[in-house]
């Protein structure tokens, strides 16, 4: 909560602030990789960089959490907080990296509007700041200790045991400790970080959800090569020399959009490489006998360039209460499937579901709308973003 000093400070200069963000995260993040060149190396996704997505989902956290102080003081916009948190725990964020940023931030801040942060301006940012930044840290704690890594130490090797090309673009990789330990237990719909050592010495890091149930022998993710320079460098690496026998560097299993218990009714919507997280869904759903009437939503390119294909209509098969909805742009020969882009309106949806989302962003703007339009409460859709998340914690 903040001060009573800070409430009229923060509302009278959020305008302001959130009109330069866009100019205060360029600055920030030019001076804290020139002073700190390793964080760019090693940690921030290089492809979100160049792109300004990284960038513009600071941005947006930063303008919605100070407004929620604003509008809701009593209560912390928790589903922001733990998403993030999850992101950062998977990365191996440290609480010592928060002093990093709010040194540069500031400089920052201070570079772009000059005079007007004033010192009890500054005060009343810094206390918006270190509210974030101390709700996260004590999140990542808790999530550190779950693990039981030390703070930042979330990695670990894994062996790669298996690869298999599922489409032209898209391979898989089946995942195991290297010492023979087994695999930790995950719940349906979290994602692991991958770190590979790049040729020009950088070691990436990237998030891949975890595509096949939990209680399996190995785990197993799923990459899809993307193109484009540099925001395909890991991916495109994995794919040109990643093989069965190598070593990877793998943090332990995080995120919060996970597989609800109880027996409501589920619609499981994805585009592209979105079926990830919803492929473990239903492989548990399917080996622990679940009788939920299961509305599963796939929209792809075509059927060649659906990832898994047959294994999704096979744990949808085997659901008594699953139906299997599939839309291509290019439905070709294809008799299972509608032409064109995914459209829920069709569908006989339960306005009791809780609905999941995972796909590129204009896909789930549009199921989360006709679902909301449908009658389904908001608070009953939940969404992964694979990457920076520009819905800022919507």
């Not at 330069?20 to 760019?40: N, Q, V």
């Not at 992101?87 to 570079?111: M, R």
């Not at 979290?190 to 990436?204: K, N």
Request: glycine share 10%; charged share 20%; net charge negative.
């Amino acid at each position: 909560m903040l001060s009573e000093q800070a409430v009229p400070i923060v509302r009278a200069t959020l305008p302001v602030v959130g009109a330069s963000l866009g100019d205060i995260t360029d600055r920030f993040y030019a001076g804290m990789f020139a002073a700190r060149p390793e964080l760019l190396r090693d940690l921030f996704n290089r492809g979100n960089q160049a792109s300004g997505d990284q960038r513009r989902a600071l941005a947006g956290s930063i303008a919605g959490f100070a407004g929620a102080l604003l509008d809701s003081p009593d209560t912390r916009p928790d589903v922001m907080l733990s998403r993030i948190a999850h992101k950062h725990a998977s990365l191996g964020v440290t609480s010592e990296q928060y002093k990093v940023v709010h040194e540069h931030l500031f400089a920052a801040i201070v570079e772009v509007l000059g005079e007007t942060v004033t010192p009890e301006v500054a005060r009343a940012w810094d206390e918006v700041y270190w509210l974030m930044a101390n709700a996260l840290i004590a999140l990542e704690a808790r999530l550190y200790e779950e693990t039981g890594a030390a703070e930042g130490g979330v990695r670990r090797p894994m062996e790669i045991v298996e690869r298999h090309r599922e489409t032209a673009d898209t391979v898989s990789f089946a995942l195991r400790h290297s010492d023979g330990r087994p695999t930790e237990p995950f719940r349906p719909g979290q994602y692991v970080s991958v770190r590979v050592e790049l040729p020009d010495g950088a070691r990436q890091i990237r998030q891949y959800s975890l595509s096949a149930a939990p209680g399996l022998p190995h785990w197993r993710i799923t990459v899809k090569r993307v193109k484009g320079d540099p925001a395909g460098e890991v991916s495109t690496w994995l794919h040109a020399h990643a093989r069965v026998g190598d070593t990877v560097e793998v943090s332990a299993p995080f995120g919060d959009l996970v597989l609800p218990e109880g027996d409501g009714p589920l619609l499981l919507a994805s585009a592209g490489i979105g079926s990830t997280p919803m492929l473990a869904m239903l492989g548990h759903l399917a080996a622990t006998g679940s009788h939920r009437d299961v509305t599963v939503v796939h929209a792809d390119r075509s059927p060649a360039d659906h990832a898994h294909r047959e294994e999704l209509r096979t744990l949808v098969d085997a659901l008594p209460q699953g139906s299997l909805h599939l839309w291509y742009e290019e439905p070709g020969d294809a008799t299972d499937a509608r032409p064109g882009g995914a459209d829920v309106t069709t569908l006989d949806v339960p306005p009791d579901v809780t609905a999941y989302l995972c796909g590129p962003l204009p896909f789930m703007r549009q199921v989360r709308g006709d679902l909301l339009s449908g009658g389904v409460a908001a608070a009953a859709v939940h969404y992964e973003v694979f990457g920076p998340d520009l819905w800022l914690g919507a």
